[in-house]
Nanobody, 130 residues
């Protein structure tokens, strides 16, 4: 069962911007920390940015700090990832996830690549290429 619906991916040139959306479906995500994760071809999944139930609580991995911004709108059960100055190494499938046992931002983003989240989506593909 898919719990999140991601959208907003696409092909963009290096230095460009995209905004990804993650809409919760069939449950209220308002009380969960939610993370954006990505998996590039041949690489393990990594947590990119995570946000707590309170929007002020966020975490980013070093490679995206200053370029990506995570936010949420609890009135419409949606989390966003605004990505600026995109680089070819940002190319990946991006998806969002949440979990009962990882309900704080840093542990959620640091979940092992093989961990299966309680709630997840099918992902949206981002390709950064000239």
């Amino acid at each position: 069962q898919v719990h999140f619906v991601e959208s907003g991916g696409g092909l963009v040139q290096p230095g460009g911007s995209l905004r990804l959306s993650c809409a919760a479906s069939g449950f209220s995500a308002n009380y969960y920390a939610i993370g954006w994760f990505r998996q590039a071809p041949g690489k393990e999944r990594e947590g990119v940015a995570c946000i707590g139930s309170r929007e002020s609580n966020t975490f980013y991995i070093d490679s995206v700090k200053g370029r990506f911004t995570i936010s949420r709108d609890n009135t419409d059960n949606t989390v966003y990832l605004h990505m600026d100055n995109l680089k070819p190494e940002d190319t990946a499938v991006y998806y969002c996830a949440a979990d009962f046992d990882y309900n704080t931002v840093q542990p959620l983003c640091a979940a092992t690549p093989s961990y299966e989240f309680d709630y997840w989506g099918q992902g949206t593909r981002v390709t950064v290429s000239s």
